[in-house]
Structure formats: structure tokens, C-alpha cells
């Protein structure tokens, strides 16, 4: 059995494995998700000052139909009065042209506040859109730095197959079958080495008998006793 093979093709697998880790965990990419996150948030305070924005247009398009239509009244109504003789009609009338006068004082005091609020709205949305464009920079330079490092995984990726691939042309088919069926059964590391009395899967010290069983059947590629992986000696 080629235990040297079989080891050399677990350690370029294993540097796979790791490489492979290292591309979900790069910085970058959580560089990435939070300058996207942060855009998110941006455009969805543009959407809700525009909203904001649109109802307060809204509420000033209501009060100047509503202040138009007082003034017909309160037009008409001075109209009358200039025309009534009687005391009390002419009383009522005033009273009615002075209530038209409050309700159009409310009116345009609701339509100023609704002025003010949209023009606070629109300089907050000024500000939004400014934000907007760094955040969509930063979204870009995240996205441009990610690719970048990722390019760099890949050339390492494509480095350690091409040693995987002479390291696999040194097995034959039952070495390979072997090797398969060991690294399923122990998550990916099924050859390991030696390190004084440990081996370097599952790093727990043999007792003496144990470590002189293990070097005593080093050509058959004993278990380690704790963990049950492979150990070439």
C-alpha cells in the first residue's frame, strides 16, 4: 500500500479544503454584504421621504382646492351682504363670512406646515441621493476588492489540482477506493501522520503500548486508537 502517496494526496486535498473555507470567510466578502446592507437602507429612506414627499404635495394640492372653494363662499357671501337691509341677516351673514375667514386661516396654516414638511423632506432626499452615490461607490470598490481576492483564491486553487492531480496519478484504483472511503468516514482527513505519540488527526498523546503497536504495524497502515484514522508512519 502506498502510504506515502495516500498521505501526499491528503495533504493537497486538505489545502483544498482549507482554500475552499478561506473563499467563504474572506473579509471581503463581509466588506461586501455590509457596503450592500448600507444601500439598502439608503434607498429605503429615499423611498420613505418620497412617500413623505408625495402626501405632503397632497395635503397642499387639498387645502388650496379646500381654500378656493372658501373663498367662493366667503365671496358670495359679501356678495349678499351688500345687498341685505334687515339687522339680523346682515348679522348672520358676517357670522358665516367671519367662520369662512377662521376655517381659511386653519386652512392655510395646514397648507404652510404641509409646505414646510415637504421642502424639509425634499433637502433630507438631497441628502439621501448624495448618499446614495458613496454608497453605491463603496458597493462597487467592495465588490471590485472580492473579485480581486478571489481571482488570487483561484490561481492557488488551480495550483494545488494541478499537485492533486500528479499526487492521484501515483495511486492506483484500490489506493484511490481506499483513500475515497477514508476521508467520507472521517470528514474530509482519513491519512494522517505521526507526531511523536500522537497522530495529527485527532492530536490525542497514545499511551506506550499503543504508540509501539502503531510503529509496529506501520506497513499496514494501522488506525489511530482514539480517532480510527489512517496513520502512515
Given amino acids: 500500500m502506498n502510504g506515502p502517496g495516500l498521505l501526499a494526496l491528503q495533504l493537497v486535498d486538505s489545502e483544498l479544503d482549507q482554500l475552499a473555507a478561506r473563499r467563504q470567510r474572506l473579509p471581503e466578502r463581509a466588506a461586501l454584504a455590509s457596503a450592500e446592507s448600507a444601500l439598502a437602507a439608503v434607498l429605503a429612506e429615499q423611498d420613505r421621504l418620497r412617500a413623505l414627499i408625495a402626501a405632503a404635495g397632497s395635503d397642499i394640492e387639498r387645502a388650496e382646492r379646500e381654500g378656493a372653494d372658501l373663498d367662493r363662499v366667503r365671496a358670495r357671501l359679501e356678495a349678499q351682504l351688500k345687498t341685505v337691509i334687515a339687522p339680523r341677516e346682515a348679522e348672520a351673514l358676517t357670522h358665516e363670512i367671519e367662520g369662512a375667514r377662521v376655517r381659511r386661516n386653519a386652512i392655510d396654516d395646514r397648507e404652510l406646515e404641509a409646505?414646510?414638511?415637504?421642502?424639509?423632506?425634499?433637502?433630507?432626499?438631497?441628502?439621501?441621493?448624495?448618499?446614495?452615490?458613496?454608497?453605491?461607490?463603496?458597493?462597487?470598490?467592495?465588490?471590485?476588492?472580492?473579485?480581486?481576492?478571489?481571482?488570487?483564491?483561484?490561481?492557488?486553487?488551480?495550483?494545488?489540482?494541478t499537485r492533486r492531480s500528479a499526487a492521484e496519478m501515483s495511486l492506483d484504483a484500490s489506493e484511490l477506493e481506499l483513500y475515497a472511503a477514508a476521508r467520507r468516514r472521517h470528514g474530509g482527513v482519513g491519512f494522517v501522520r505521526l507526531e511523536g505519540r500522537s497522530c495529527t488527526g485527532c492530536h490525542v498523546d497514545m499511551s506506550h503500548a499503543e504508540h509501539e503497536q502503531v510503529r509496529a504495524a506501520a506497513a499496514d497502515l494501522p488506525e489511530c486508537p482514539n480517532c480510527g484514522r489512517l496513520i502512515v508512519v
Avoid: G, I, K, P
Avoid at 476588492?145 to 481571482?151: W, Y
Fill in 115 to 161: 409646505m414646510e414638511q415637504q421642502a424639509a423632506e425634499e433637502q433630507a432626499l438631497r441628502v439621501a441621493d448624495d448618499d446614495e452615490q458613496r454608497a453605491r461607490e463603496t458597493v462597487a470598490a467592495a465588490s471590485a476588492n472580492l473579485h480581486a481576492s478571489l481571482d488570487s483564491l483561484a490561481q492557488l486553487e488551480a495550483e494545488v489540482q
